[in-house]
């Protein structure tokens, strides 16, 4: 993949992530940059959307994607996603306030 033009070689292969709190994540990867919007709906019920924003010439390339997003769903979805569910049911009901 192309690198985002910034990125200097350094920094290739790091990742950096800042949470705008309280409902957006944004992560950098060299290549690509993931918003991730979190909606919830309920205590029990969050819709997670994901946009994946890739430079201009990997767009028009037609260059297959499939690789990054295929990791974000196997360590986010299957791993980290049981995790967030525990503790959303910690949350509803805990009576001791959290702040996320």
Known sequence: M???PAIED???R???AITIKPTVVVNLI???VIIHGMFPMSADHTIVECDWLY???VVGSGKDVSAP????HRVYMQQQQPVVELV???ISTS??????
């Open 69 to 72: 997003v295929e990791l974000f």
């Open 30 to 32: 060299p290549d690509h």
């Open 2 to 4: 192309d690198l985002i």
């Open 88 to 90: 959303e049911t910690w």
């Open 55 to 57: 430079v201009p010439s």
């Open 10 to 12: 350094d920094q290739d």
């Open 14 to 16: 790091r990742y950096y």
């Open 95 to 100: 009576s001791t306030p959290v702040w996320l």
